[in-house]
């Protein structure tokens, strides 16, 4: 179960990454001003990601 959580959860994190949180704060920015450059590295990531996890679900013994 925690695994399908995590799964499911990955993409959200992907559109937007918590580390923007604090990095908005310091550098005095809005969400607006970074979000263009969160939507491209989700663009890039997400087929990597659905790759990696029909790739490594596989290999389990109880199939997901």
């Given at each position: 179960?925690?695994?399908?959580?995590?799964?499911?959860?990955a993409p959200a994190n992907?559109?937007?990454?918590?580390?923007?949180?604090p990095i908005?704060?310091?550098?005095?920015l809005?969400?607006r001003d970074?979000?263009?450059?969160?939507?491209?590295?989700?663009l890039?990531l997400l087929?990597?990601?659905?790759?990696?996890?029909t790739?490594?679900?596989?290999?389990?013994?109880?199939?997901?």
């Open positions: 179960m925690v695994e399908v959580y995590d799964l499911g959860e992907l559109v937007q990454p918590f580390w923007m949180l908005l704060g310091l550098l005095k809005r969400a970074v979000m263009g450059c969160a939507f491209v590295v989700f890039v087929p990597l990601v659905l790759a990696l996890v790739l490594l679900g596989a290999t389990l013994r109880d199939p997901l």
